[in-house]
């Protein structure tokens, strides 16, 4: 069967041949059948199968290879060619050579490398095989969606190596006279001497000189601003190789602007790093944030509870307008502060919710309540912000935790609202609904309330257990006349619960209440004592509470921070290490430029609204160690801050090369706003393109870019708005794996990949030559036949029958003269 499916093109046909013996009889029938059978074989479209050699032969003379491709192939031994050579050369197009020893025509363009566009030419010669000598690096064009039906050998050769100035970093903003530091970033392909040549407003500075290995390289230099306006840095290196030089040249631009000084409140080692860097910098308390904030950037290292909820919201109207704030480690930073969920931690990059890993339940907190008739003082009253807080707490909880309330007044009226129970979404839900059933009453005793929790805490298996005691007023314990026994020691009482395992906060809220024992609860308890004044805090000091009880948020053990690869950082490997930091969580869409544990970040950065925001989680005061004494500290977060200066331009350009094509975005601000339904376009190497609106104040488009670079325009209507000096790597020397794209284009289309080109030989195939004319032409001539023997037998019968026999004639003519015969009368 299979030999007949080769030898037909449609072999189903043939099943015709079944309907011929159906023909009715005649004459002709022989013919017919003959005529039919003949057409019905051509329809099946008979085929001989011939050995073919064809094979086209594709050559890579961009620029990337030179003339490797084509040394290699001279290797082919004359036999691989086949019965037709041919030969293509490609590198933004491709064309017909008629040698090897021939060069690329000048029109070529070998300055792109277009595999797709070389293999499309060399299908449409209808070729048995394909062979691709190339470093596989195709600077456009999609080559596995251009691959052809026939098979693609593929013989890899290595690039040029290559040295590439990939970028140069230099800060967004700075002001008159201050030394900046700039970062050249170097690729090498091969080890190389280098040298890198800076200049600043065209003025040539110290030349640089460096050994470096193969790979990626950071060179930084120091640069001085000038006068207020735009500061034209630009850096050329020279390596002692032979390469391309197309990408060897960047430059970068900063923005000189009057000096505003930053702001720090709390502290005062940041301040001396930054002094050390050349900012002004104002050292203040929490009172210096009001309106209007005319800082350059704020740094903060204090706890939430220094702050009024107007000043909060203040610091995030700042960052959102285009402000920079940066927050820094300290005993009342991040979840130690109690910054959680407030307005400024979500402009944060970090957020302070930290999963610890501990033995499952890892928490088994229980709060104890006072339910007084005094809590039902203040609008809102004290006890509708204790329920407040108690829910941010359930809130906050995870499933394995275990929660519990009790509220106190006097002896009787002392329970649970709900006892020890998991945070489960239902229980969570019912928990819910018990704490705002709560009902102030009675008097003001703690000690059975306490022994409840205690009692409770002690019978369960958790690796944290916790109380927090909260009350508004004098504790009548051993006093009053609902109290029995002596007046408790309440120090020695939380301590014995702390020999069980059980540690104790507590929280005196407004001016009636008793520090002195809520605080000797504390001290006793190993907990933390907060003073409460501004009974609105109170929802933000339980969730501090929780956060500080129930996650492990100091990592007090020393730390090697890792860099990660960041624009504003030239470190690579381990930093010196600091002695503790506070654990946080880098949201999604913040950066990383260093890390600790399980990739906690240290320090990082991110963008809210139109401003940016930056964490560094260690204390520069305290726990730094030799990373915040390290020489090359200031200059780190002196280029973190200088980032969170900078402020939005009215037209901010932002460029990203991807292949061959360059995608623009501007953001238009004005005091603060956005502007939207502007009719901005772009140009950049002579082509000009109309830019779409593509979110409020955000406008993109997307130009075709040739080389590594130029300047790029952006104007409203007739109006030049921004321009930018767009340094976009050339794709045709982009650090990718050639062989393995060659490798998957050979796999695709059933190819092979050719070690040596010298051993090559394509394996011969059978093309099939089409011969269905000739039944065809037979089926005619059968036809054409039966039409002529047809006519032949037709006209003799026609002669014979126009002269009648004799003996016919005359018996025709004795009937005519014959009298009819009569007929006998009847009997």
Same mark, same amino acid.
């Given at each position: 069967?299979?030999?007949?499916?080769?030898?037909?093109?449609?072999?189903?046909?043939?099943?015709?041949?079944?309907?011929?013996?159906?023909?009715?009889?005649?004459?002709?029938?022989?013919?017919?059948?003959?005529?039919?059978?003949?057409?019905?074989?051509?329809?099946?479209?008979?085929?001989?199968?011939?050995?073919?050699?064809?094979?086209?032969?594709?050559?890579?003379?961009?620029?990337?290879?030179?003339?490797?491709?084509?040394?290699?192939?001279?290797?082919?031994?004359?036999?691989?060619?086949?019965?037709?050579?041919?030969?293509?050369?490609?590198?933004?197009?491709?064309?017909?050579?008629?040698?090897?020893?021939?060069?690329?025509?000048?029109?070529?363009?070998?300055?792109?490398?277009?595999?797709?566009?070389?293999?499309?030419?060399?299908?449409?010669?209808?070729?048995?095989?394909?062979?691709?000598?190339?470093?596989?690096?195709?600077?456009?064009?999609?080559?596995? #969606?251009?691959?052809? @039906? *026939? +098979? /693609?050998? =593929?013989?890899?050769? &290595?690039?040029?190596?290559? !040295?590439?100035?990939?970028?140069?970093?230099?800060?967004?903003?700075?002001?008159?006279?201050?030394?900046?530091?700039?970062?050249?970033?170097?690729?090498?392909?091969?080890?190389?001497?280098?040298?890198?040549?800076?200049?600043?407003?065209?003025?040539?500075?110290?030349?640089?000189?460096?050994?470096?290995?193969?790979?990626?390289?950071?060179?930084?230099?120091?640069?001085?601003?000038?006068?207020?306006?735009?500061?034209?840095?630009?850096?050329?290196?020279?390596?002692?190789?032979?390469?391309?030089?197309?990408?060897?040249?960047?430059?970068?631009?900063? #923005?000189?602007?009057? @000096? *505003? +000084? /930053?702001? =720090?409140?709390?502290? &005062?080692?940041?301040?001396? !790093?930054?002094?050390?860097?050349?900012?002004?910098?104002?050292?203040?308390?929490?009172?210096?944030?009001?309106?209007?904030?005319?800082?350059?950037?704020?740094?903060?290292?204090?706890?939430?509870?220094?702050?009024?909820?107007?000043?909060?919201?203040?610091?995030?109207?700042?960052?959102?307008?285009?402000?920079?704030?940066?927050?820094?480690?300290?005993?009342?930073?991040?979840?130690?502060?109690?910054?959680?969920?407030?307005?400024?931690?979500?402009?944060?990059?970090?957020?302070?919710?930290?999963?610890?890993?501990?033995?499952?339940?890892?928490?088994?907190?229980?709060?104890?309540?006072?339910?007084?008739?005094?809590?039902?003082?203040?609008?809102?009253?004290?006890?509708?912000?204790?329920?407040?807080?108690?829910?941010?707490?359930?809130?906050?909880?995870?499933?394995?935790?275990?929660?519990?309330?009790?509220?106190?007044?006097?002896?009787?009226?002392?329970?649970?609202?709900?006892?020890?129970?998991?945070?489960?979404?239902?229980?969570?839900?019912?928990?819910?609904?018990?704490?705002?059933?709560?009902?102030?009453?009675?008097?003001?005793?703690?000690?059975?309330?306490?022994?409840?929790?205690?009692?409770?805490?002690?019978?369960?298996?958790?690796?944290?257990?916790?109380?927090?005691?909260?009350?508004?007023?004098?504790?009548?314990?051993?006093?009053?006349?609902?109290?029995?026994?002596?007046?408790?020691?309440?120090?020695?009482?939380?301590?014995?619960?702390?020999?069980?395992?059980?540690?104790?906060?507590?929280?005196?809220?407004?001016?009636?209440?008793?520090?002195?024992?809520?605080?000797?609860?504390?001290?006793?308890?190993?907990?933390?004592?907060?003073?409460?004044?501004?009974?609105?805090?109170?929802?933000?000091?339980?969730?501090?509470?929780?956060?500080?009880?129930?996650?492990?948020?100091?990592?007090?053990?020393?730390?090697?921070?890792?860099?990660?690869?960041?624009?504003?950082?030239?470190?690579?490997?381990?930093?010196?290490?600091?002695?503790?930091?506070?654990?946080?969580?880098?949201?999604?869409?913040?950066?990383?430029?260093?890390?600790?544990?399980?990739?906690?970040?240290?320090?990082?950065?991110?963008?809210?609204?139109?401003?940016?925001?930056?964490?560094?989680?260690?204390?520069?005061?305290?726990?730094?160690?030799?990373?915040?004494?390290?020489?090359?500290?200031?200059?780190?977060?002196?280029?973190?801050?200088?980032?969170?200066?900078?402020?939005?331009?009215?037209?901010?350009?932002?460029?990203?090369?991807?292949?061959?094509?360059?995608?623009?975005?501007?953001?238009?601000?004005?005091?603060?706003?956005?502007?939207?339904?502007?009719?901005?376009?772009?140009?950049?190497?002579?082509?000009?393109?109309?830019?779409?609106?593509?979110?409020?104040?955000?406008?993109?488009?997307?130009?075709?870019?040739?080389?590594?670079?130029?300047?790029?325009?952006?104007?409203?209507?007739?109006?030049?708005?921004?321009?930018?000096?767009?340094?976009?790597?050339?794709?045709?020397?982009?650090?990718?794996?050639?062989?393995?794209?060659?490798?998957?284009?050979?796999?695709?289309?059933?190819?092979?990949?050719?070690?040596?080109?010298?051993?090559?030989?394509?394996?011969?195939?059978?093309?099939?030559?089409?011969?269905?004319?000739?039944?065809?032409?037979?089926?005619?001539?059968?036809?054409?036949?039966?039409?002529?023997?047809?006519?032949?037998?037709?006209?003799?019968?026609?002669?014979?029958?126009?002269?009648?026999?004799?003996?016919?004639?005359?018996?025709?003519?004795?009937?005519?003269?014959?009298?009819?015969?009569?007929?006998?009368?009847?009997?």
């Amino acid at each position: 069967m299979d030999q007949v499916a080769s030898a037909f093109a449609f072999p189903w046909a043939l099943a015709l041949l079944v309907l011929l013996p159906l023909l009715p009889r005649g004459r002709a029938r022989v013919w017919r059948i003959a005529a039919l059978a003949l057409l019905v074989l051509a329809l099946a479209q008979p085929q001989i199968p011939r050995p073919s050699e064809d094979l086209v032969v594709v050559v890579d003379v961009s620029d990337s290879v030179g003339d490797a491709a084509r040394a290699a192939t001279a290797d082919l031994p004359p036999g691989s060619w086949g019965t037709v050579p041919r030969l293509v050369f490609f590198g933004g197009d491709a064309v017909f050579a008629d040698d090897l020893s021939s060069p690329p025509p000048p029109f070529l363009d070998v300055g792109q490398t277009d595999i797709a566009r070389a293999l499309q030419v060399a299908a449409a010669q209808s070729p048995n095989r394909v062979l691709l000598v190339s470093d596989g690096v195709a600077s456009r064009g999609d080559v596995l #969606a251009a691959a052809p @039906d *026939v +098979p /693609v050998d =593929v013989h890899h050769v &290595p690039p040029r190596p290559n !040295a590439r100035l990939a970028a140069l970093l230099t800060p967004d903003q700075a002001t008159p006279g201050e030394t900046l530091e700039a970062v050249a970033v170097v690729e090498l392909d091969r080890a190389a001497e280098v040298v890198l040549r800076p200049s600043v407003d065209g003025v040539a500075t110290a030349t640089l000189r460096r050994s470096l290995a193969a790979g990626r390289h950071a060179i930084p230099f120091d640069v001085v601003s000038g006068d207020v306006g735009t500061l034209r840095v630009e850096a050329t290196m020279e390596v002692d190789f032979e390469q391309p030089t197309s990408d060897d040249r960047q430059t970068s631009e900063v #923005a000189v602007t009057e @000096d *505003v +000084p /930053v702001l =720090v409140i709390g502290d &005062p080692g940041m301040a001396a !790093a930054l002094r050390v860097q050349g900012f002004d910098v104002v050292e203040a308390g929490p009172e210096a944030i009001s309106s209007p904030l005319e800082a350059s950037a704020i740094v903060i290292r204090a706890g939430v509870g220094d702050f009024s909820s107007g000043q909060l919201e203040l610091l995030t109207r700042y960052v959102e307008g285009g402000g920079g704030l940066m927050m820094t480690g300290g005993p009342d930073s991040f979840g130690l502060g109690g910054w959680y969920r407030t307005p400024v931690e979500a402009v944060l990059p970090v957020s302070s919710d930290v999963r610890t890993e501990v033995t499952i339940p890892q928490v088994a907190m229980v709060i104890v309540l006072d339910k007084s008739m005094s809590m039902v003082a203040g609008n809102p009253s004290r006890i509708d912000l204790a329920k407040q807080g108690t829910i941010d707490v359930i809130d906050l909880a995870y499933e394995d935790d275990l929660l519990g309330l009790i509220v106190f007044s006097d002896p009787s009226l002392t329970e649970w609202v709900f006892p020890l129970r998991q945070a489960t979404e239902r229980g969570k839900r019912e928990m819910y609904e018990a704490t705002l059933s709560i009902q102030p009453q009675g008097g003001t005793i703690l000690l059975p309330g306490y022994g409840m929790a205690v009692e409770a805490l002690e019978a369960v298996d958790a690796s944290i257990k916790h109380i927090v005691v909260l009350s508004d007023g004098i504790l009548y314990d051993g006093a009053g006349p609902f109290s029995s026994g002596p007046t408790p020691d309440w120090y020695r009482v939380a301590a014995d619960a702390r020999a069980a395992g059980i540690t104790t906060s507590a929280i005196a809220i407004g001016d009636g209440a008793d520090p002195s024992q809520l605080g000797a609860i504390a001290r006793g308890g190993g907990g933390r004592f907060y003073e409460a004044y501004d009974v609105t805090t109170l929802p933000r000091i339980f969730t501090t509470e929780a956060l500080a009880a129930s996650r492990d948020l100091l990592r007090d053990e020393v730390t090697y921070p890792e860099a990660r690869r960041h624009p504003l950082s030239s470190l690579t490997g381990s930093a010196p290490p600091v002695d503790a930091y506070i654990a946080t969580t880098l949201k999604r869409e913040a950066e990383a430029i260093l890390v600790g544990r399980d990739d906690e970040p240290i320090l990082a950065v991110g963008r809210q609204g139109l401003g940016r925001t930056a964490a560094l989680t260690t204390d520069v005061n305290a726990w730094g160690g030799a990373f915040t004494t390290w020489n090359q500290f200031p200059g780190l977060v002196g280029t973190v801050v200088r980032w969170l200066q900078a402020r939005p331009a009215r037209y901010s350009v932002t460029t990203q090369r991807d292949g061959s094509a360059l995608e623009v975005v501007v953001d238009a601000v004005q005091d603060g706003a956005y502007v939207n339904n502007l009719a901005l376009s772009t140009r950049f190497q002579g082509r000009n393109v109309a830019m779409r609106q593509v979110a409020p104040g955000r406008y993109a488009a997307t130009l075709e870019v040739e080389g590594s670079g130029g300047t790029l325009i952006v104007a409203d209507g007739q109006e030049v708005v921004a321009r930018r000096t767009v340094a976009t790597p050339d794709p045709e020397y982009a650090p990718v794996d050639g062989a393995a794209a060659l490798a998957a284009l050979a796999e695709r289309t059933g190819g092979s990949v050719v070690a040596d080109l010298a051993t090559y030989r394509p394996p011969s195939a059978a093309r099939a030559t089409p011969i269905w004319a000739w039944p065809a032409g037979l089926a005619m001539l059968v036809f054409l036949a039966e039409l002529v023997w047809r006519r032949l037998g037709r006209d003799g019968l026609v002669e014979a029958g126009s002269r009648p026999a004799p003996t016919l004639i005359a018996r025709r003519a004795r009937l005519r003269s014959s009298p009819p015969a009569r007929r006998p009368p009847p009997s």
